[in-house]
């Protein structure tokens, strides 16, 4: 039986400079995502992210990436950056979750850690309310950042998860491992940020060109 290829969302995060925001959008990127948390790597300032995200206008949604962030850094945030949506990465609850697309009225994406099937059970509280879930790996237990740490989880896990709930595979990614993810997972998106790295932080232009094209490889392997 033919699987099913639908079309599927591809987030490049963690942009910082004009040249790989341009190569996210040549390559096909359905989301560009800037993080503003001051311990990663890829932090950006709301006024860089702003000009960054010009490019993206009428060819890819703009994503806001926050954890844990309060009203005065969201609003100094959608006013500077103008995003499509928020991502929101660290221990915001239903009812901030709730707050936030009331204040914004933007589209919100809500991340969680997986490790084991318990870890799912947390998205239950959030669904009707956070248009889109993330499924990321849990941290090394010595970093201080909630995602881009380039560790995957058990993609199998995702098999519990129904069918009409709108995702992102994120943990892990690269050109080397995308093939074995669509054909365990068959997400609906994928995010990647460290996998398209030459250095923690440092987008790597020639990294997010493979990464499309091993994408591109594998859907057409399952449909062949």
Known sequence: MMPDL???DIKICGLKTPETVAVALDGG????????FPKSPRNVAPEDAGRLRQGAFGKALAVAVTVDADNVFLDEIVAAMQPDMLQLHGAET????AEIKARYRLQTIKAFSVREPADLKAIEPYRGIADRFMFDAKPPR??????????????????????????FLSGGLNAGNIGSALAT???????ISSGVESAPGVKDSALIAAFFSAVDAARKHRAA
């Open 29 to 36: 990127a359905s989301h560009v995502g800037f993080i503003f």
């Open 6 to 8: 639908k079309p599927i």
């Open 185 to 191: 997972a068959n997400p609906p998106a994928i995010d």
């Open 94 to 97: 239903p009812a901030r979750v």
């Open 142 to 167: 010595d970093s201080e950042l909630p995602g881009g740490n380039g560790v995957s989880f058990d993609w199998s896990l995702l098999s519990a998860i129904p069918s009409d709930m709108d995702y």
